[in-house]
T-cell receptor, first 112, second 112 residues
């Protein structure tokens, strides 16, 4: 198993550009989530999904969209990038919401 | 909502024992996790406590007191590779999303 994979590893955007961060898992996990990690603030939940076709907002959802058309994939879309979205983004998955979450390697995003 | 506090930084000596504390305030509790995160890498799961008491896993142990809103991670026989950030995370118990709320992390520096 590859586990949780994320692409790209690094990305530089200009303010106003849009992009999609990819996340995939091959463990047949139902629960997937996106976090952002900023210095001194810990990981904060952006959006999550309890299964294909079901998504919901986390703590800091503004400026981001998600979809879950398959069990394996959970892309995160930045609609119009802002410097405040400069961060490290982690995708995580687990068998269910009750189980331990496993994290992907992260995407480092810089918005100029 | 939830509030999680842990020390920002700690220093310890190779071969010694270190205890990293975590206190939390939550409106609903359904488990506490400890993750290890090396610089530039993804968090990796260390331990999970949902009932009061001590969970031991090799050199690492984690303790929980739900009545006190308190947990600690105990690392024994410290090795240089244990230099990392240690993240305390609490899972909500009363909402469907079962989201994890993370503390800001404790950066541990192990010295020779």
């Amino acid at each position: 198993n590859a586990g949780v994979t994320q692409t790209p590893k690094f990305q530089v955007l200009k303010t106003g550009q849009s992009m999609t961060l990819q996340c995939a898992q091959d463990m047949n996990h139902e629960y997937m989530s996106w976090y952002r990690q900023d210095p001194g603030m810990g990981l904060r939940l952006i959006h999550y999904s309890v299964g294909a076709g079901i998504t919901d907002q986390g703590e800091v959802p503004n400026g981001y969209n998600v979809s879950r058309s398959t069990t394996e994939d959970f892309p995160l879309r930045l609609l119009s990038a802002a410097p405040s979205q400069t961060s490290v983004y982690f995708c995580a998955s687990s068998y269910s919401a009750r189980e331990t979450q496993y994290f992907g390697p992260g995407t480092r995003l810089l918005v100029l | 909502g939830q509030n999680i506090d842990q020390p920002t930084e700690m220093t310890a000596t190779e071969g010694a024992i270190v205890q990293i504390n975590c206190t939390y305030q939550t409106s609903g509790f359904n488990g506490l996790f400890w993750y290890q995160q090396h610089a530039g890498e993804a968090p990796t799961f260390l331990s999970y406590n949902v009932l009061d008491g001590l969970e031991e896993k090799g050199r690492f142990s984690s303790f929980l007191s739900r009545s006190k809103g308190y947990s600690y991670l105990l690392l024994k026989e410290l090795q240089m590779k244990d230099s990392a950030s240690y993240l305390c995370a609490v899972r909500e118990g009363h909402t469907g999303r079962r989201a994890l709320t993370f503390g800001s992390g404790t950066r541990l520096q192990v010295q020779p």
